[in-house]
């Protein structure tokens, strides 16, 4: 339509009774005039709405698909990583378990032999270190610790630090070929020192060479000069071969030690000694062997059973009546083979 004044004219008419309807309307409320209008329109206008909405609506729902996808990729990504992260804290869980269980147990070994500790965890073995067996903890001389320092964990003796730095340490394990440590048999005293030998059992040469061992005897630190580089009474290991004594002046058992070197996590330092020695109550009590049941099995023959009675074969209860046969024995079988002189000698002694 072309602009002019006339079709000005017309939309402002328009518009003036398009406000004058709206004003009637809500101030008619549900008694409207225009009420009836607005129902007709919707009852012709609404099934075209649905046609038109069914047609838009499909192309409408992938406009927003495509607008929300960056969304929903982020919560998926967000939802996949506190999956993971349950499922890390679930295995945590078991490992803290572990290793609380590990910690009781040093601390309970700690207690009863009085050391005062500084708790550490292994964070490397020693391949920096050479061919030794060694490992590093995460404690050093910001920690209090020092050279010649006794380390231990909840089942024993791991070693004796060698090397400090401000903030790591360099711990000598046991059984490396180049440990030595004196011990003390837990009830018969015999002193003698234990030597590591890698993954086979800690030798240990006796000072008594007539010293009786046997296997499953335990062995604990015999303690050092002022205590360094070891405690007294750290348990060692368990004597699992014996040497033959051959008449030499020392003897030489062989000794699993108690701690298991290539699992080690949590130990600990011993920074305070004990007051006094605390000789063999750090190790634990022995296990009693389990008793084997013996059963004692009698046989009661049956009342039915037969049995010989006078060379004849019957039952339990012969015949009172029946005349024993005196020549029972002397009547053998007549197709058996006899000694030719068995009768003669027979005779004789009649």
Known sequence: MR????????????????????????????????????????????????????????VGNAIGAVRDSGARHNRIAVLQKENTELKQRLG???????????????????????Y????AEVIAIGAAQGFSWTVTINIGANDGITRDMTVLNGDGLVGRVTTVGPSTATVLLANDPDFTVG???????????????????????LLNGKAKIKKGDRLVTFGSSKDRPFVPGVPVGEVV????????LTRTVYVRPFVGFTKLDLVGVVVEVPRQ??????????????????VTVTV?????ADTEVNGEAGTGNPD???RPDANATANPDPNANQDPNANGQADDQE
């Open 116 to 119: 005062g500790i500084k708790g």
């Open 3 to 58: 602009d002019t004044r006339e079709s000005r004219l017309l939309l402002v008419l328009l518009i003036v009774i398009a406000f004058a309807l709206i004003t009637v309307d809500i101030r008619g409320g549900e008694d409207s005039p225009v009420e009836g209008a607005r129902h007709a329109a919707a009852t012709v206008l609404g099934p075209v709405e649905n046609g038109v909405a069914s047609a838009v609506n499909p």
């Open 183 to 205: 011990t003390r048999m837990e009830s018969s005293d015999e002193l003698g020192f234990a030597t590591g030998q890698g993954d086979r059992p800690l030798s240990v040469q």
């Open 277 to 294: 020695d605390p000789r063999d109550t750090v190790l634990p009590p022995k296990s009693q062997p389990t008793p084997t049941p013996t």
């Open 92 to 114: 945590s869980d078991d490992r803290n378990r572990s290793r609380v269980r590990e910690l009781d147990k040093m601390l309970a070994r700690a207690g009863a032999g009085q």
């Open 241 to 248: 071969q014996v040497d033959p004594s051959g008449g030499d």
């Open 300 to 304: 009661t023959p049956s009342p039915n």
């Open 320 to 322: 009172p009546n029946a």
